[in-house]
């Protein structure tokens, strides 16, 4: 008669299994962090690009960019008689989806005739616009202007 002696897991053949799993399953939370990261970037690309083109309509409408930003706190100008509503919806936008980094900077040049606007993105790296429309990684401050140039 045949002996029917069922083999079982060992404890060590389990725990591989288990380990495999974790290691696995931190694989994928770091991925799917990674891509929120990157459409919160995105996004707020999108929103700069927005905030470039307000500035323009603005400088049509005045022939200076002046009504852009809020000189006293350097934030950008939610009391714009005219787009005071989209700034305001995409300035708490971006500061929404920048997380706890400080809120976006706006700086206007002393002729008001340019503007460079600032903020920390999600993965930490500042990015910018400005009034030659380019979209770039750097500071902006009351003596830097040039957004990545």
Request: net charge negative; with cysteine; aromatic share 4%.
């Amino acid at each position: 008669m045949a002996s029917s002696k069922r083999k079982a897991f060992t404890l060590i053949e389990l725990l591989v299994v288990i380990a495999i799993i974790g290691i696995l399953s931190a694989i994928v939370v770091i991925s799917v962090m990674d891509a929120r990261n990157d459409a919160k970037n995105k996004r707020m690309l999108v929103e700069l690009n927005q905030i470039r083109s307000i500035a323009e309509l603005i400088m049509g409408d005045s022939g200076s960019y002046s009504d852009l930003c809020d000189g006293t706190d350097n934030t950008l100008n939610q009391y714009n008689l005219k787009y005071g509503e989209e700034i305001e919806n995409l300035e708490e936008s971006l500061n929404n989806t920048n997380g706890s980094n400080p809120p976006a900077a706006c700086y206007l040049g002393a002729t008001n005739q340019d503007y460079c606007v600032s903020i920390i993105n999600a993965s930490g790296n500042t990015v910018c616009v400005s009034d030659v429309g380019q979209i770039g990684n750097d500071t902006c401050s009351l003596t830097n202007l040039a957004c990545g140039q």
